[in-house]
């Protein structure tokens, strides 16, 4: 059974660049989330997408949008990167209604 | 808007010793409940997996305890080693489908003394 992968694992941006990160999910997983960890807090929720629509989203602007693909691997994009942007930003995959969630290893943004 | 508490902030123990972390949340309309391992600068790891109609889960030298009423978790960990030094982190989820996301404690980090 495959794991949840992404990429890549670091990243240096420049204030007002875009960035976009990747995400595989676990075999047999239809339901990919995203999550941002900033330095010594936990994961806040930015987005779930199931079915390749997104189906909730917490407390983030616009300019983070996602997208997901037929094999349910997904995408992260942020616009106009600002320094607060740089966090751990972490991929979950799930079975709708199961609700356990895996989580990837992590993508680290810093935005300069 | 719910809110998951977790205490400690951090813990230091010799290592055979057992035990506890606490987890709160404000809102005791749970769908489940989740704990987690975190290993510095890495992603998470899944440990324990509790449903709302649940009252315990148990893997290996790990216990974990629910009592959604009055909105509190526990994780048990039996003779500890240094291996499980970490960060240990509590999350709540509201739906079966996770359209809420996972709602996130700050974690207990735990350091296991030789």
């Known amino acids: 059974e495959t794991g949840v992968t992404q990429s890549p694992t670091h990243l240096i941006k420049t204030r007002g660049q875009q960035v976009t990160l990747r995400c595989s999910s676990q075999?047999?997983?239809?339901?990919v989330s995203w999550y941002q960890q900033a330095l010594g807090q936990g994961p806040q929720f930015i987005f779930q997408?199931?079915?390749?629509?997104?189906?909730g989203r917490g407390n983030f602007p616009p300019r983070f949008s996602g997208l997901q693909f037929p094999n349910y691997s997904s995408e992260l994009n942020v616009n106009a990167l600002e320094l607060d942007d740089s966090a751990l930003y972490l991929c979950?995959?799930?079975?709708?209604?199961?609700?356990?969630?895996?989580f990837g290893q992590g993508t680290r943004l810093t935005v300069v | 808007k719910q809110e998951v508490t977790q205490i400690p902030a951090a813990l230091s123990v010799p290592e055979g010793e057992n035990l506890v972390l606490n987890c709160s949340f404000t809102?005791?309309?749970?769908?489940?409940l989740q704990w987690f391992r975190q290993d510095p600068g890495k992603g998470l790891t899944s440990l324990l997996l509790?449903?709302?109609?649940?009252r315990e889960q148990t893997s290996g030298r790990l216990n974990a305890s629910l009592d959604k009423s009055s909105g509190r978790s526990t994780l048990y960990i039996a003779a500890s080693q240094p291996g499980d030094s970490a960060t240990y982190l509590c999350?709540?989820?509201?739906?079966?489908?996770?359209?809420?996301?996972?709602?996130f404690g700050k974690g207990t980090h735990l350091i296991i003394q030789p």
């Open positions: 979950a995959s799930s079975s709708a209604g199961q609700g356990e969630a895996f």
């Open positions: 075999s047999g997983h239809n339901t």
């Open positions: 997408y199931y079915r390749e629509e997104e189906n």
């Open positions: 809102d005791s309309a749970i769908y489940n």
């Open positions: 509790i449903q709302s109609s649940q």
């Open positions: 999350a709540v989820g509201y739906s079966g489908g996770g359209a809420d996301g996972l709602t």
